[in-house]
């Protein structure tokens, strides 16, 4: 049967493949094989600064399995994770999402999402470092996405990683806000950049006054902080001018733009409208 994953795409699951999926083994060996058989690839998704402006994208990785299709990632990550996997493949990701940033225009951004074991490994920080200037990224051009549960130890090495990586100029996004515990406390001892507002809460936008009362809040509470905000998962035209109108800072959605896969991608930078772009490429020329 056709089942939609709730990300807006499409995914087709039969008994066989869930038959796979319960293979824990199988799917671990193959997604080892994943990388050296270059199954995995990633989709771009923009991120729009209202009206119009295109500020970058945020890499999303697929795996093309070979047997069973395209197998989205809140099936595979987790297992990646729990299999150790994941320190490899985020480092991949990083590379790749990089490299890709490196083709379009230097005004454009990429957003990395990271993993709990990436970000706790220790060698989060060198690894970035490495990765950037290899492929020649200037630092405020990358942006790396975390989720609170990567920070539930508030220790004195996660608050170093994410200060180390903030004076090298990366930025840090707080993903998924609202749907773990949303401590406060994050946001006053984290030197976080960006606040992304899950897609929960922009979903029932027109019609839940809870939903408008908490997203205006956190918009509030976000600016007064010095903090900017985006919101995922934007669907709809009135969503996006009701955010607009509240003076969210940047928009993520299917209305603004499907993740792409990199061809797709730089076609979509060369039709968006460039006026922004241009005139901040000119600037950074000028300076
Ligand atoms: P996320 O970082 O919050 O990414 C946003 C998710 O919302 C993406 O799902 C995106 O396709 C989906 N989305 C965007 N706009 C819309 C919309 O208008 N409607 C709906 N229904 N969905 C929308 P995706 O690509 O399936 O990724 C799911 C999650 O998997 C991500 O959530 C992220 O937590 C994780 N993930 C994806 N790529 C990576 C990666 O490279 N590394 C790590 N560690 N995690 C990743
Ligand atoms: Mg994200
Ligand atoms: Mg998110
Ligand atoms: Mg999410």
Redesign the pocket.
């Known amino acids: 049967a056709a089942k939609r994953d709730g990300r807006g795409c499409v995914r087709i699951f039969n008994r066989s493949m869930l038959l796979l999926l319960e293979q824990r083994e199988n799917l671990r060996r193959s997604l080892r094989m994943a990388l050296e058989r270059n199954e995995l690839y990633l989709e771009y998704q923009p991120l729009i600064r209202p009206p119009s402006s295109l500020v970058g994208f945020e890499a999303l990785l697929r795996w093309r399995h070979s047997e069973v299709g395209t197998i989205p990632p809140s099936v595979f990550i987790p297992i990646a994770e729990a299999d150790g996997l994941m320190d490899e493949i985020g480092r991949w990701v990083l590379e790749e999402a990089c490299r890709q940033a490196t083709t379009w225009p230097s005004s454009l951004t990429v957003a990395v999402n990271l993993s709990p074991a990436q970000f706790l490994s220790g060698s989060l920080t060198d690894t970035v470092a490495q990765i950037i200037d290899a492929v020649g990224l200037r630092a405020d051009r990358l942006e790396l996405?975390i989720?609170e549960n990567v920070l539930l130890e508030q220790t004195i090495d996660n608050i170093d990683t994410l200060n180390t990586l903030n004076v090298l100029g990366i930025r840090i996004s707080l993903?998924?806000f609202g749907t773990y515990y949303s401590s406060l406390s994050y946001l006053k001892n984290f030197p976080f950049d960006t606040l992304?507002i899950?897609?929960y809460f922009i979903g029932d936008l027109e019609t839940n006054r809870k939903s408008q009362t908490i997203v205006r809040s956190i918009i509030g509470l976000a600016h007064g902080l010095g903090i900017s905000v985006t919101a995922?998962?934007v669907e709809t035209p009135g969503q996006a001018q009701w955010l607009i109108k509240e003076d969210c800072d940047c928009l993520q959605g299917n209305v603004l733009g499907r993740p792409l896969g990199a061809e797709p991608t730089r076609d979509f930078i060369r039709r968006s409208p460039l006026t922004a772009v241009r005139v901040r490429e000119e600037r950074n020329r000028a300076v």
């Open positions: 996405e989720t993903d998924d992304k899950d897609q995922e998962g």
